[in-house]
């Protein structure tokens, strides 16, 4: 069996906070992350989800060796990332996607150029990694902008470039499609995957994007309240998680809300109707169109942002009961 290239096992850190007003002041130690325990084969795409605050930066932070868990084991590239910092560097790429690592007053290329001495990439490969990077990032027409001139979208490209131009094994990503335009949330979700089926870099992120989840997430990693919630695929989130389908229908002319067994409209706007499904389409498409002129009808299956939340709200009210694969 290959060697997993990330591993954590009981991981958890925690932070003292000075709480109180100035003269009562209180320390009092938060466990950012308690009980972190997964591995990731070398080649996959895994998605770290989970609510504001439930430790996601935290792991993160440990896996790049930035933070020192408080207990636990991790490793990275077999490497302890808190204590072999230098060494897990030259072997990983990150991107933070709210933050950059480029040197704001210059251009773009001579911030990518300062990047290789960062790593001691010789100058014949970084030529070369650099034009294959230019041409599927499209970076040519900014190579010479200034990176503070940049536009969200073309900086994320830039960050992107600069993360993996050492050609890392592993690539973790903090929200990188974070603020961008559909296009260029579609550009970058685009060249990880490829990045991913032919250079087999692996890829960690975390996101509250569920369109990455969707596009790019073979398996899903859900952390809630700093522990491990959920480690399966999207599909396995879905049944864990059950959320009903809902049956959009066009009616020709507007009419009141559609009352058939095994459905409930919860919600009409003009002549479009949606119903909640308890059991099969077919049942009720058949039943609906037999009592309704109908126009159009389209079947959507439960958001997977949805179905996410469920799963948090399942994890607040039965702490003990979360699935495990
Ligand atoms: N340096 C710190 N000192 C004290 N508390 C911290 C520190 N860093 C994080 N925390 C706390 O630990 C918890 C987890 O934070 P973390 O940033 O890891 O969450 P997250 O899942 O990344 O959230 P978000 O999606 O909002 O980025 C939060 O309650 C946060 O306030």
């Known amino acids: 069996m290959t060697e997993p290239i990330i591993e954590t096992a009981n991981l958890g850190r925690d932070f003292v906070r000075t709480e109180g007003p100035l003269l ?3 320390r009092r130690t ?8 997964f591995t990731v084969a070398p080649g996959e795409i895994v998605g770290y989800l989970g609510p ?3 430790g996601k930066s935290t792991t993160m932070k440990m896996l790049t060796g930035i933070l020192a868990p408080s207990r636990g084991r991790v490793r990275v590239c077999g490497l302890e990332p808190s204590r072999q910092r230098t060494r897990l560097a030259a072997r990983i ?3 933070f996607g709210q933050r950059t690592t480029l040197w704001w007053d210059l251009p773009l290329r001579d911030s990518l150029a300062l990047t290789r001495h960062l790593y001691r990439v010789p100058a014949d490969l970084h030529a070369a990694r650099l034009a294959e990077l230019t041409e599927l990032l499209e970076l040519e027409p900014f190579l010479t902008t200034p990176v503070r001139q940049l536009s969200l979208g073309q900086r994320m490209r830039g960050d992107l470039t600069a993360a993996l131009l050492h050609a890392p094994e592993l690539l973790v990503l903090d929200e990188p499609t974070i ?3 559909v296009v260029s949330k579609s ?3 685009e060249f990880l995957l490829r990045l991913n089926t032919e250079r087999g870099t692996t890829i960690l992120l975390t996101t509250h994007d569920l369109g990455d989840v969707e596009r790019l997430c073979r398996r899903v990693l859900v952390i809630d309240h700093g522990r491990t919630a959920f480690d399966g695929d999207l599909a396995g989130l879905r049944a864990t998680a059950p959320t009903p389908r809902t049956l959009v229908v066009d009616l020709v002319q507007p009419e009141a809300p559609i009352v058939v067994p095994g459905a409930r409209t919860v919600r009409v706007e003009g002549p479009r109707q949606w119903l909640e499904l308890s059991t099969n389409p077919a049942a009720v498409v058949s039943e609906v169109a037999r009592a309704h002129r109908i126009a159009d009808l389209t079947l959507r299956e ?3 942002e949805e179905v996410v939340a469920r799963l948090y709200r399942a994890g607040r009210e039965e702490p003990t ?4 694969p």
Do not use: E, F, M
């Open 179 to 181: 603020g961008l335009d």
């Open 30 to 37: 938060v466990s950012a992350v308690q009980d972190v325990g």
């Open 187 to 189: 550009a970058i979700r």
């Open 24 to 26: 009562r002041r209180r």
């Open 302 to 304: 439960p958001d997977i």
């Open 93 to 95: 790429g990150v991107v």
């Open 52 to 54: 504001n605050g439930a």
């Open 321 to 324: 009961a979360l699935p495990r």
